[in-house]
């Protein structure tokens, strides 16, 4: 499936915002780290709708289009299913609906891991068809030559270490990581050659608080964690969990308001009125003049 959009580099590509602001600039994101310290954290939430990422957006510095709208729009069982397509329409929709944030897709499971070129040919594709300024890939040192070649070839990339949904099979499960020695040296190992490779940030999911500390002190670029400790120079979220859109609350999220209960005691007034015929009323109904 292929998109089209007019590409303004300074305005929402779809509707133009009353006052035009610059979207902010991979560069930009890569500087909040400067010798190793970030002042004020980078603020990034997801984003798949363009209606989710108009009201998300001038509260954040960057709207991932994560390959969890597996799970949280398509109901799948995890997000190895997501292709490439699914994530080029939702990226598309994501571009269309923000004018300030940084938008970063997800590569899915299956379109990078191969070899550099086949990275390349799907990134670039990514790229092309939404407009989005950047990539993510989960992967620590096994992904840092392929990483170093799509930044050498133009292509921006975000890492994504310790616990990496799409290796869900091999894992087992998606228990916080770097609680044995071992296990938390590999992902300090993953960190600097994620790091050393040129990724201009870098996910840090599911890992004892320590290692999330270890990991941004290890890394030149930003870490943006997810249940990774206070000590990441940015914090990400899933929007839907923190909105409280899900009954399961996993320990790393906060929720911020109790949406799910929103729309259904809306829904439920809704068909109630609808029932007893009381919508819609004299103000919903078109008259003859
Ligand atoms: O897919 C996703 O939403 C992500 C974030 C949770 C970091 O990778």
């Given at each position: 499936m292929s998109t089209t959009f007019t590409i303004?580099?300074?305005?929402?590509?779809a509707t133009p915002t009353p006052q035009p602001m610059r979207r902010l600039t991979i560069p930009a994101i890569a500087a909040h780290k400067a010798n190793g310290t970030t002042a004020t954290p980078l603020v990034m939430l997801t984003a798949y709708t363009v209606r989710m990422a108009q009201l998300l957006d001038p509260h954040c510095d960057i709207l991932l289009v994560g390959d969890s709208l597996g799970q949280v729009?398509?109901?799948?069982?995890?997000?190895?299913?997501?292709?490439l397509e699914i994530m080029c329409a939702h990226g598309a929709a994501v571009v269309r609906g923000s004018y300030h944030s940084v938008v970063i897709i997800d590569m899915p499971f299956g379109?990078?891991?191969?070899s550099p070129e086949q990275a390349f040919r799907s990134c670039a594709r990514v790229l092309k068809e939404t407009g989005a300024a950047g990539v993510k890939l989960e992967g620590g040192a096994e992904m840092a030559e392929t990483i170093a070649f799509l930044v050498a070839r133009g292509i921006p990339v975000m890492g994504h270490i310790g616990?990496?949904?799409?290796s869900v099979n091999t894992l087992g499960g998606y228990g916080a990581r770097g609680r044995s020695d071992a296990e938390a040296a590999k992902i300090v190992a993953d960190a600097k050659a994620v790091s050393d490779a040129g990724a201009f940030a870098c996910v840090v999911e599911g890992v004892v608080a320590p290692l999330g500390e270890a990991v941004t002190k290890a890394m030149a670029c930003p870490t943006i964690g997810i249940g990774a400790?206070?000590?990441?120079?940015g914090q990400v979220l899933v929007a839907e969990d923190m909105l409280g859109l899900f009954e399961r609350v996993p320990r790393f999220v906060k929720r911020y308001a109790d949406m799910a209960a929103f729309v259904s005691e809306a829904a439920a007034q809704y068909a109630a009125d609808v029932r007893a015929r009381v919508f819609p009323g004299d103000e919903q109904t078109y008259s003859v003049k």
């Open positions: 303004d580099t300074s305005t929402s590509r729009i398509y109901g799948l069982p995890s997000t190895v299913p997501v292709t379109s990078y891991e191969e616990l990496t949904p799409q400790s206070s000590a990441c120079d």
